[in-house]
């Protein structure tokens, strides 16, 4: 069974950084891809980042690329089998909880992906 458990969430002030971190067992993971979406109080799940278990390719989110782009990096540990968010510069906009993912295609869509963390709250204060 997968089980994805992500953390490094917390309540912060704008400008500081976070790394949130998806620890993934279950199965061997060298074909999926990982994801981290985000879901704020009132708002549809959106699309934030996905990464290739080989870590070879990456895909950040368009539709609101001049928010994260150059802020969020994602990044993958192949021997610990987690995947990390690189937050920094964070926003208030930013709050949200952050969940992570993992499907066979990189996609931004969160249909896409098969399985699902419980997710970490990130709170981003002015």
């Known amino acids: 069974q997968v089980q994805l458990v992500e953390s490094g969430g917390g309540l912060v002030q704008a400008g500081d950084s976070l790394r949130l971190s998806c620890a993934a067992s279950?199965?061997?993971?060298?074909?999926?891809?990982m994801g981290w979406f985000r879901q704020a109080p009132g708002k549809e799940r959106e699309f934030v980042a996905a990464i290739s278990w080989s870590g070879s390719r990456t895909q950040y989110a368009d539709s609101y690329a001049d928010s994260v782009k150059g802020r969020f990096t994602i990044s993958g540990d192949n021997a610990k089998n987690t995947v990390y968010l690189q937050m920094s510069s964070l926003k208030p906009e930013d709050t949200a909880v952050y969940y992570c993912?993992?499907?066979?295609?990189?996609?931004?869509?969160?249909?896409?992906?098969?399985?699902w963390g419980r997710g970490t709250q990130v709170t981003v204060s002015s």
């Open positions: 993912a993992v499907g066979t295609l990189m996609s931004d869509n969160w249909y896409g992906y098969d399985y």
């Open positions: 279950g199965r061997t993971f060298s074909r999926y891809v």
